[in-house]
């Protein structure tokens, strides 16, 4: 079965600079979200999106912006990177139009490891 | 805001035993779901089971199973016949139900190491 797909897998850059990651749901999953797992940490929510529109956001720096494409794909742009920005950054899809409990399910990609030297 | 705790930090049984991993959240909600997720040393985070807080019995996916304690706000994930492949961080999470995108809520993990 077709996974979520993540790209880059790996991304070093220095600090202020910017890094963009993309994500591509699962096919037919119209919701997307981004969590940010630090070192030896749990995942942190920062924004989802559903059927292109922003619907929740949370912990989510003002130098971070993400969108979702018309063919449901997003995109978390990332600026003025800081070294506390280094962490492992999940992308995860779900299907509003799965049943009654399987649309709450969260599928995660392999996630984009993010280095900041 | 909604907390999970997971209070056991690591924990280590030999292969083939049953071991279960502890999770307690906190919320006023009333319509939410529990999840448990698996994060092998791949760093992948996979999906073990989930459970819908309105359903009295509690879930079971193959060699895994909850209890959950609704009134007590616990939600354990039970690993019978454990596999070398078991061994991962796990992690509880919480959703809280509503018009829209749900976010999960992470507790804290709990590393699990199955021995030969």
């Known amino acids: 079965a077709a996974g979520v797909i993540q790209s880059p897998r790996h991304l070093i850059k220095e600090k202020r600079e910017t890094a963009t990651l993309k994500c591509y749901p699962i096919p037919r999953h119209d919701t997307v979200y981004w969590y940010q797992q630090g070192p030896g940490q749990d995942p942190q929510f920062l924004i989802s999106?559903?059927?292109?529109?922003?619907?929740d956001k949370g912990s989510i720096p003002d130098r971070f912006s993400a969108q979702q494409f018309s063919d449901y794909h997003s995109e978390l742009n990332m600026s003025s990177l800081e070294l506390g920005d280094s962490a492992l950054y999940f992308c995860a899809s779900s299907s509003t139009t799965g049943t009654s409990g399987s649309r709450y399910e969260q599928y995660f990609g392999p996630g984009t490891r993010l280095t900041v030297t | 805001a909604q907390t999970v705790t997971q209070s056991q930090p690591e924990m280590s049984v030999q292969e083939a035993e049953t071991v279960t991993l502890s999770c307690t959240y906190d919320t006023s909600e009333s319509n939410y779901y529990l999840f448990w997720y698996k994060q092998p040393p791949s760093r992948q985070m996979i999906l073990v089971i989930r459970q819908e807080a309105y359903k009295q019995q509690n879930a079971t996916e193959n060699r895994f199973s909850v209890n959950f304690q609704k009134a007590a706000k616990s939600f354990s994930l039970k690993i019978s016949d454990s596999q070398l492949g078991d061994t991962a961080m796990y992690f509880c999470?919480?959703?809280?139900?509503?018009?829209?995108?749900?976010?999960?809520?992470f507790g804290q993990g709990t590393r699990l190491t199955i021995n030969p």
């Open positions: 999470a919480f959703m809280k139900l509503f018009q829209g995108a749900q976010k999960l809520v």
């Open positions: 999106f559903y059927e292109k529109m922003q619907s």
